[in-house]
């Protein structure tokens, strides 16, 4: 069994209002597998979140696929949608992505990237949740479970976490990137 | 026995109320080198509170799913799961009798993977029966990507010390292939 350890690579804390993208460059190639951790508020309201790889922007090269559930309406009631294989200009890792409202809302959002070295297409797999506070109209809360795939069999070395829209992120929104050594 | 962190363990999803520092370790680890139909983890210790399954797999051909054997114990009547799943432009639930941890997808094809986590909670527990849940996704081979919630469970107070996981219909896995098992404390 080979040592395991697991490094952050590098983490933005947002300090303005301006925001609403960051990149990891140069990425070591060390690792066997890729995540990030993100805890993010939005000035405007929600839009999609998603990861660019090595700068490709071509929606074609992307597709997703996953299941999700959000509450609507207030009071709230419950409702999921599922989702299709639809191409954006990234790998999806969140539907309707971060709560605007103040920063009262909270959204959190892990992405995992195995083998970001191996030549095949990169898979990505994210998982993400948000709340926005009673009383707001429209969406209150969501969870995403997401399968990405970016379609390159080229090594990773630079990954953009952006919002669409484009949407901004608030002071303190905290992106971080880790890398997995090992099995 | 290596040791992720704490932080390392919020970035795998958990709950931090579930972990403390240095509680979660990789028991043990396949890197295939070579076309192979099954991974088997026996001697598990009994240390842990739940057992981790990861798995990045790559196939020759699209895989239909995987079967998860507890103990060598093949008998189809011993476990049940229930799935919701997203398939391309479709979706539907299901839920079974029998030892698929993934009903419609773990593989692709050589150049496009399949990836999952399926965690197994108070296996060594001698008073209930085992549960467990995952997430999984992966591409058809074509254009289609598929996903997967599931969560089944395991008809047995035994605990848990072995387990096998197995393409079904005979499929393998291809070289590059990752399988770990890893153990969660607290």
Redesign the interface.
């Known amino acids: 069994m080979p040592t395991i350890t697991y490094e952050p690579i590098q983490t933005y804390t947002i300090s303005g209002s301006s925001t609403g993208s960051v990149t990891f460059n140069s990425i070591p190639t060390i690792y066997t597998e890729l995540k990030i951790v993100a805890s993010i508020g939005a000035v405007e309201s929600e839009n999609d979140l998603y990861v660019v790889m090595n700068g490709d922007n071509t929606s074609s090269n992307y597709g997703y696929g996953g299941i999700a559930g959000w509450q609507t309406g207030s009071p709230a009631t419950n409702s999921t949608v599922e989702f299709k294989s639809t191409s954006y200009a990234g790998c999806l890792v969140d539907y309707y992505g971060p709560p605007a409202l103040g920063g009262l809302g909270q959204h959190q959002v892990v992405i995992s990237i195995p083998d970001p070295q191996g030549s095949h297409w990169k898979i990505v797999r994210s998982n993400s949740v948000n709340y926005k506070p009673a009383g707001t109209p429209g969406v209150r809360g969501g969870v995403d479970e997401l399968i990405s795939v970016w379609k390159n069999n080229a090594a990773i070395t630079s990954l953009t976490i952006t919002q669409g829209g484009p949407r901004t992120w608030l002071a303190g929104s905290r992106i971080t990137l880790f890398g997995l050594k090992g099995a | 026995?290596?040791?992720?962190?704490t932080?390392?363990a919020?970035?795998?999803?958990l709950g931090i109320s579930l972990l403390s520092s240095n509680s979660y370790e990789?028991?043990?680890?396949y890197?295939l080198t070579g076309s192979q139909s099954f991974v088997e983890f026996t001697n598990i210790p009994q240390t842990y509170k739940t057992l981790l399954i990861s798995t990045?797999t790559?196939s020759s051909s699209f895989s239909s799913g995987a079967f998860l054997y507890m103990n060598s114990d093949t008998t189809t009547s011993s476990y049940y799961y229930t799935s919701?799943?997203?398939?391309?432009?479709g979706?539907g639930t299901s839920t079974y009798s029998n030892t698929t941890i993934s009903p419609n997808f773990m593989g692709g094809n050589?150049?496009?993977?399949?990836?999952g986590?399926f965690m197994i909670h108070d296996y060594t527990n001698t008073n209930k029966f085992k549960t467990w849940r995952g997430?999984?996704?992966?591409?058809d081979g074509g254009?289609?990507?598929?996903?997967n919630?599931i969560a089944g469970v395991y008809t047995s107070t035994n605990a848990v010390t072995a387990l096998r996981i197995t393409p079904v219909s005979n499929r393998t896995w291809s070289a590059?292939s990752?399988i770990?098992l890893y153990g969660i404390k607290g």
């Open positions: 026995m290596p040791l992720l962190t932080q390392s919020r970035s795998f999803g990789a028991i043990q680890s890197t990045f790559l919701m799943y997203s398939l391309g432009s979706t050589t150049s496009q993977p399949g990836y986590n997430f999984d996704g992966a591409m254009t289609n990507i598929y996903s919630n590059g990752k770990t």
